[in-house]
T-cell receptor
Framework: DTGVSQDPRHKITKRGQNVTFRCDPI?????LYWYRQTLGQGPEFLTY????????KSRLLSDRFSAERPKGSFSTLEIQRTEQGDSAMYLC?????????????FGPGTRLTVT | EDQVTQSPEALRLQEGESSSLNCSYT??????LFWYRQDPGKGPEFLFT???AGEEKEKERLKATLTKKESFLHITAPKPEDSATYLC????????????FGQGTRLTINP
């Protein structure tokens, strides 16, 4: 039983560099979500995919952020021109469509540090 | 605006000392309330979903309850391995797919 996986687990980058994170959801799940979590806070929603379609984006997702899910399987989140304020844990979650149940299962996260 | 507030922010208990964590919410059309456990440096682990007032769910030493304005996570006779941050989240109505999280309660169980 494989859960949600994320790669890399840790990333240290210099301000102004671009970074890309990958998420592999649970295999039968068609919905995928990205969240960001800073220290001492709960996760904040960034964006949501159903299959390959990006259907919802938060105002937190500035123009420097882009997410894709090209074949409806794995997803990537890219941050361009990173800033120190981008330092956070980036979490991916997945779920399956169910009219009654709505449970999102999270991956281990990617910890980003911008120096 | 949809909002979730958890209290207390941190709680220290002795092993075996039962207590409750609170999650208050204001949301437009609740479509579910969720409890997660998060260990340091890891992603949240799903515990429970509650959908309607009066509903209760149990798992080992944990029991979650739901009213129209808040949810409680009761922990009975906790053990040190129950130490973690417990997160509460709501799914708003209106077709939203996101979860709105509270800031969490950091629970420490001393042996």
């Amino acid at each position: 039983d494989t859960g949600v996986s994320q790669d890399p687990r840790h990333k240290i980058t210099k301000r102004g560099q671009n970074v890309t994170f990958r998420c592999d959801p649970i295999s039968e799940h068609n919905r995928l979500y990205w969240y960001r979590q800073t220290l001492g806070q709960g996760p904040e929603f960034l964006t949501y995919f159903q299959n390959e379609a990006q259907l919802e984006k938060s105002r937190l997702l500035s123009d420097r952020f882009s997410a894709e899910r090209p074949k409806g399987s794995f997803s990537t989140l890219e941050i361009q021109r990173t800033e120190q304020g981008d330092s956070a844990m980036y979490l991916c979650a997945s779920s399956n469509w169910d009219r009654v149940k709505y449970e999102q299962y999270f991956g281990p996260g990617t910890r980003l540090t911008v120096t | 605006e949809d909002q979730v507030t958890q209290s207390p922010e941190a709680l220290r208990l002795q092993e075996g000392e039962s207590s409750s964590l609170n999650c208050s919410y204001t949301v437009s059309g609740l479509r579910g309330l969720f409890w997660y456990r998060q260990d340091p440096g890891k992603g949240p682990e799903f515990l429970f979903t509650l959908y309607s007032a009066g509903e209760e769910k149990e798992k080992e030493r944990l029991k979650a309850t739901l009213t129209k304005k808040e949810s409680f996570l009761h922990i009975t006779a906790p053990k040190p391995e129950d130490s973690a941050t417990y997160l509460c989240a709501v799914r708003p109505g209106g077709g939203a797919q996101k979860l709105v999280f509270g800031q969490g309660t950091r629970l420490t169980i001393n042996p």
